[in-house]
């Protein structure tokens, strides 16, 4: 892997300010053309922008043809290739999808075949997001976006300005970080009886409490490469969740068992009933539809150090291409700092292109929200989920213990509910092992 990320891709000939994106080379005639297929998933919005880049290749080279197959997410996409539908020859697959494509033999590396078409690597891309699409000292699939979580606040009822006249704390408004304790009295701040207000949301869940119990100097993994149990009962995990906890379990400041059944934390975040909740980018721009809604972003606050979790999406490169060549010439071209830029102004996506996420494709000044840059600067602190394919899996067995962590009612006995989770975990992740342990009851 040293000798991979020291060749972090600046995709050479690939900027300029040209308002449509370089295309690939000529390609000569061949006895019988080549179709390509382009898989992508996401919102319209963003499918429109893919589909106009793959208009500009197919009208301005002689070839290959390229034809576009879409998705709405991810989860179709995926379902769609595992119900046998033949995986397209450059395609879009998120991090948390790697380890089954590599299981199933669906991709190809793509760091030789980038270098051969003259890809400088350099610091066009951050070293973890080249990482994390990193295994056997090959680069599978090429970072594309990064998502790392951040929070999402209110600005009329998260009124940092007037906090600081109370004499609360609050974070200055050049801000790069807030503590937690700042995070805390904003909740409280923005928590209002009389208006029907709450504080703040965060979801019972791996990724939701994740942020906190690594900040707080725990792990929720027990290995970050081939995890066997969840690690919530050690003890600098419960510390850092015992901190959090104090504020997520306050009734007067989360949405209560009646107004999660009545709508979704999004939804009162929306009707502008709830100061701030956890997200990624793609909220940015359901976000801006909504009527009176003045929103902005913020890091997730810091109990110790920074720390956030998220996920990168790549393009990849199928075992089966029509034309490994053809499909290389392709994805160079979707690379590029004018085809990225022409989907990065959705405004759904952070681009992995670093030159792009500086630029005001991404940064959109006079858009919501103001400090767009947070979604940059969190990318440093995100840490990302071991790449197993049984996630959903495990995430799905440890959820009723994560709800009474997070919702229960009465006092909570922390090592039991812990301890509880560690042990479902197993059960998941190294299930001969847990198998083999004796039960409480031996």
Not at 39 to 56: I, N
Not at 179 to 205: C, L, N
Not at 208 to 235: A, N, Y
Request: with cysteine; hydrophobic share 40%.
């Amino acid at each position: 892997m040293v000798a991979l990320v020291a060749l972090v891709p600046v995709l050479a000939g690939c900027t300029g300010d040209s308002s449509d994106p370089d295309v690939g080379p000529t390609k000569p005639v061949s006895e019988k053309p080549v179709v390509l297929t382009f898989g992508v998933y996401g919102p319209e919005e963003a499918l429109a922008a893919f589909r106009s880049t793959v208009t500009v290749w197919n009208a301005t080279t002689d070839g290959p043809e390229v034809k576009l197959h879409t998705w709405e997410n991810r989860d179709r996409m995926r379902a769609a290739l595992e119900s046998g539908v033949p995986v397209p020859d450059v395609f879009m697959a998120p991090r948390a999808d790697l380890q089954w494509l590599l299981d199933n033999g669906y991709t190809q590396p793509v760091d030789e075949l980038l270098d051969e078409r003259g890809v400088n690597f350099g610091d066009g891309y951050s070293r973890d997001a080249l990482q994390a699409f990193s295994t056997d000292d090959r680069l599978q699939c090429m970072p594309y976006s990064v998502s790392p979580q951040v929070i999402y606040y209110n600005k009329a009822l998260v009124n940092f300005e007037r906090m600081r006249a109370r004499g609360l704390e609050a974070p200055d408004e050049d801000a790069t970080s807030w503590s937690f304790e700042q995070f805390a009295a904003a909740a409280e701040f923005a928590s209002r009886p009389r208006r029907d207000t709450k504080g703040v949301h965060i979801a019972a869940s791996l990724s939701g409490l994740g942020p906190f119990i690594d900040s707080g100097g725990g792990s929720v993994f027990d290995d970050s490469v081939d995890p066997k149990s969840l690690t919530f009962s050690s003890d600098d995990s419960q510390a850092a969740l015992e901190r959090t906890l104090e504020l997520l379990r306050n009734p007067n400041v989360t949405l209560d068992e009646d107004q999660l059944a009545d709508a979704t934390p999004l939804e009162w975040f929306e009707r502008g009933k709830l100061g701030m909740i956890a997200g990624y980018r793609p909220l940015v721009p359901q976000l801006r539809l909504v009527e009176g809604l003045d929103f902005d972003v913020l890091p997730m606050p810091v109990l110790d150090s920074s720390a956030t979790v998220g996920d990168v999406t790549g393009m990849c490169l199928s075992r089966k291409a029509a034309s490994t060549s053809a499909a290389a010439d392709f994805m160079v071209y979707e690379l590029s700092v004018p085809a990225v830029t022409r989907v990065t102004r959705t405004g759904y996506l952070l681009p992995a292109n670093l030159e792009v996420a500086l630029t005001d494709a991404f940064l959109q000044p006079g858009r919501m929200p103001d400090q767009a840059v947070v979604f940059n600067n969190s990318i440093r602190s995100m840490r990302l989920a071991p790449m197993i394919d049984n996630l959903p899996e495990l995430e799905a067995a440890v959820q009723p213990s994560l709800d009474q962590l997070v919702y229960g009612v009465g006092v909570l006995d922390l090592d039991a509910v812990t301890q509880e989770i560690d042990d479902t975990s197993t059960t998941v992740l190294d299930p001969e092992s847990a198998s083999e342990s004796p039960s409480p009851s031996d």
